[in-house]
């Protein structure tokens, strides 16, 4: 359950200044006088300042806290609902091997997807809905188990702007070694011509950031090429997203 007292100091924050403890027990459905409680401790803990009657104001700490403490709680709500399913819903998944209806099989998470078939080592198990071939897309049910799915990692390669030379100020060899066959993203004009300097089509352009984002919660590491100017917007969601990332900078590798 969620901490009564985080929810006290976040109603505070929503409320401020002026919000009445009465407001605050009906809202975290505990009585005036735990309300009254806990806020006292907020105030001896520093996250809290009382100006005067009905009269609060959270502190800069206090805010921290209302952060880290909703990251946790985004986090742990992401985490259930990706690994908690209902024995009634339908999943879509890829036949890795030829599979009946009716018939209980392992299911797993591989290259982003979830595949469905006869696998050794594979606790989960799902039941197959409708009979496939091997690469058919079919439905399953019943999942019983956890599936392992570990978020993906994102390596960004920073791209100088246009206005210091853009893509041809780029080691061309240490992109595509970078780049590899894996999933790639482009975040700027710069980083889309260089990627295709480097001889690479299948690119996603439109939308990159989201893309790179869902790439990770489906266990993919992409690697995102972004220009300077669009650089901290895509940190700044990586971070929210609590993904992590390595940064390469492909003009210091040039005058390497």
């Known amino acids: 359950m969620i901490n009564k007292r985080f929810l006290v100091l976040a109603e505070l924050a929503s409320g401020q ?23 006292k401790e907020l105030v001896k803990q520093g996250l809290v300042e009382v100006r005067g009657p009905q009269n609060y104001r959270v502190t800069p700490e206090g805010v921290e806290v209302l952060v880290e403490g ?8 992401r985490e259930i609902l990706e690994k908690t399913v209902k024995s009634e819903r339908l999943f879509t998944a890829v036949a890795a091997t030829p599979v009946q209806a009716g018939e209980t099989v392992q299911v797993w998470m591989e290259k982003g997807l979830l595949r469905a078939g006869k696998k050794r080592g594979v606790s989960t ?14 439905a399953v049910k019943n999942i019983a188990g956890i599936i392992d799915l570990k978020i993906g990692r994102v390596q960004i390669l920073k791209m100088p ?13 240490f992109l595509m070694s970078a780049i ?3 999933f790639v993203c482009a ?28 790439a990770c919660h489906h266990g993919l590491s992409p690697v995102v090429v972004a220009s300077e100017s669009e650089l ?17 900078d492909c003009a210091e590798m040039r005058e390497k």
């Open 161 to 173: 702007s246009a206005a210091v030379g853009g893509s041809k100020n780029v080691d061309r060899a």
């Open 187 to 214: 975040l700027g004009v710069e980083a889309l011509v260089a990627i295709r300097k480097a001889g690479r089509r299948k690119i996603t352009f439109y939308g990159a950031i989201d893309a790179a984002v869902e």
């Open 17 to 39: 200044p002026g919000v009445s403890q009465r407001q605050i027990s009906l809202a975290c459905g505990i009585t005036v006088q735990a309300v009254s409680e806990h806020v």
């Open 232 to 248: 901290s917007r895509l940190i700044e969601r990586l971070t929210d997203e609590s993904i992590e990332y390595t940064l390469h």
């Open 180 to 182: 590899g066959d894996g």
């Open 125 to 138: 198990t799902a039941t197959v809905v409708s009979a496939a071939e091997a690469g058919d897309d079919l």
């Open 70 to 77: 909703g990251r946790k709680l985004r986090d742990r709500a």
